[in-house]
């Protein structure tokens, strides 16, 4: 033990001294109270000597809380690779392949068409697009086809032959010439007052079908068709310039009104009872 250390009391050796101490006291005659008050001073004394100094018991320190395991990057996602363009398969027709499809394509564009899109809608090089479009020109006027192909701009198209033009002339005038029906005037009025509007809708307005009647009408130029229903997919129809010019008028808004040329309420229902 060290200099200046104090040793830890043992108090059952301080009960086994203060035992003997008392017998020791009693055996001389002398165990008074004053001799037992010096024992117990001198044995404070000694206590104070050998107490430990009080040591200051601070509050547990709460421990910071553990951090949590790092957390491993997540990998940006790779971007897709965008699919590439579809690769056409271009490949040599044969002559009659070659042939029908031409004339397929011609007979249904409005406008002429370049040789790249007849070669695209073919799937074959524009050399074989020019040497069929050739040939078949030369085959119409070899056997004087009612069909002449022009090459009109940097496009291709079918026209009737000028010796046959005095037969469409006479076909075109003849079926101007001669008046709509009645089915055909009620079609028109409901597509000039209801456009654009589709077939199905014109006929459920007039409670009967009107397909021929509106190929008469279109053949007629008085109709054409200007898109698609994005509700139910047909067509949508449309007067045309030549109705207004037929008519007199410059514009839809010169239409004359529908109220004044409606029936009267109690004539609809004497017509139609049940209504």
Not at 67 to 84: F, H, N, Y
Not at 232 to 248: A, I, K, N, Q, V
Request: aromatic fraction near 4%; charged fraction near 30%; include cysteine.
């Amino acid at each position: 033990m060290t200099e200046g250390e104090k040793t830890p009391i043992s108090w059952d050796a301080l009960a086994a001294e203060l035992a003997a101490t008392r017998e020791e006291a009693e055996a001389r005659g002398d165990a008074d109270p004053e001799t037992w008050d010096a024992v117990a001073s001198q044995l404070a004394a000694r206590v104070a000597e050998r107490e430990p100094e009080a040591v200051e018991i601070l509050p547990p320190v709460d421990e910071p809380a553990p951090l949590p395991p790092p957390v491993a990057a997540v990998p940006a996602p790779k971007p897709e690779p965008e699919p590439e363009p579809e690769q056409l398969e271009i490949a040599l027709l044969e002559p009659e392949e070659l042939r029908g499809g031409l004339e397929a394509l011609l007979f249904v564009m409005d406008d002429p068409v370049d040789v790249a899109t007849l070669a695209t809608a073919l799937r074959c090089p524009p050399h074989q697009v020019v040497e069929g479009l050739a040939g078949l020109a030369e085959e119409y006027d070899r056997r004087r086809s009612g069909l002449v192909l022009r090459k009109v701009g940097e496009g291709w198209r079918l026209y009737t032959r000028d010796d046959y033009a005095e037969v469409v002339e006479r076909y075109l005038v003849g079926g101007q010439q001669s008046r709509l029906t009645q089915a055909a005037l009620e079609t028109l009025a409901v597509i000039a007052y209801r456009q654009p509007v589709t077939r199905s809708r014109v006929s459920a307005i007039r409670g009967v079908g009107v397909d021929g009647v509106m190929r008469t009408l279109i053949g007629r130029g008085l109709v054409h068709e200007v898109g698609t229903d994005p509700d139910s997919g047909g067509g949508l129809y449309e007067t045309t310039p030549l109705f207004l010019e037929r008519l007199g008028l410059t514009g839809l808004d010169e239409l004359p009104e529908l109220a004044p040329l409606l029936p009267e309420t109690s004539a609809v229902l004497d017509e139609h009872p049940d209504a």
